[in-house]
């Protein structure tokens, strides 16, 4: 079955320091998307994205999170400048379409560490 | 607002054991219900789902049932293997085409042999 790949699988950081996370979504995939898991609590969507622009965002996206597809394949996911907050495992997720019947595909996870 | 609450974790089993994991949820309007899997080292996977009232999803030997009356979607397999051991995650969407799909905390599994 394709795969959604997330790179690092680890990424450890000061606070403060910028981090991009990537993701290659599977290949004929239109919509993608980002969730976090902060350990022990839920999996908590952040962002979406169609056509190069943002369809929808959770509060927690503020203006400290970007999200880019600077090329055909990868989807990335920018955080200017960490908080120890920000520590979770952040999940990569896509879709051919949205909505209620849409499976979605996701990665195996960054585990973001924020010092 | 809409959301997922599921039975807290860890649940232990012997191996061919009946497994139960609780979910209910709270929406607005009628969403479809899903399950997803985390195997260790893996991202999520759905394991299955159920759109409508009364529709039971299955797969894998698993099964849940939509049950609009009690907001529920309870994970049931008759007996478990250790290759079950995993996180499962109940989760929601609306069918309102939107693109959020809202999740539970998870519930890890370890089924011993």
């Known amino acids: 079955e394709p795969e959604v790949t997330q790179t690092p699988s680890h990424q450890v950081t000061q606070m403060g320091q910028e981090v991009i996370l990537r993701c290659v979504p599977i290949s004929n995939h239109l919509y993608f998307y980002w969730y976090r898991q902060i350990l022990g609590q839920k999996v908590e969507f952040l962002v979406s994205?169609?056509?190069?622009?943002?369809?929808?965002k959770s509060e927690i996206f503020d203006d400290q999170f970007s999200v880019e597809r600077p090329d055909g394949s990868n989807f990335t996911l920018k955080i200017r400048s960490t908080k120890l907050e920000d520590s979770a495992m952040y999940f990569c997720?896509?879709?051919?379409?949205?909505?209620?019947?849409?499976?979605?595909?996701f990665g195996s996870g960054t585990q973001l560490s924020v010092l | 607002g809409d959301s997922v609450t599921q039975m807290e974790g860890p649940v232990t089993l012997s191996e061919e054991a009946f497994l139960t994991i609780n979910c209910t949820y709270t929406a607005t309007g009628y969403p479809s219900l899903f399950w997803y899997v985390q195997y260790p080292g893996e991202g999520l996977q759905l394991l299955l789902k159920?759109?409508?009232?009364?529709d039971k999803g299955s797969n894998k030997g698993f099964e849940a049932t939509y049950r609009k009356e009690t907001t529920s979607f309870h994970l049931e397999k008759g007996s478990v293997q250790v290759s079950d051991s995993a996180v499962y995650f109940c989760?929601?969407?609306?069918?309102?085409?939107?693109?959020?799909?809202?999740f539970g905390a998870g519930t890890r599994l370890f089924v011993k042999a």
């Open positions: 997720a896509s879709s051919t379409r949205p909505g209620a019947n849409e499976k979605l595909f």
């Open positions: 159920a759109t409508k009232a009364d």
């Open positions: 994205f169609y056509n190069n622009e943002i369809s929808e």
């Open positions: 989760a929601l969407i609306l069918n309102t085409g939107g693109f959020k799909t809202i």
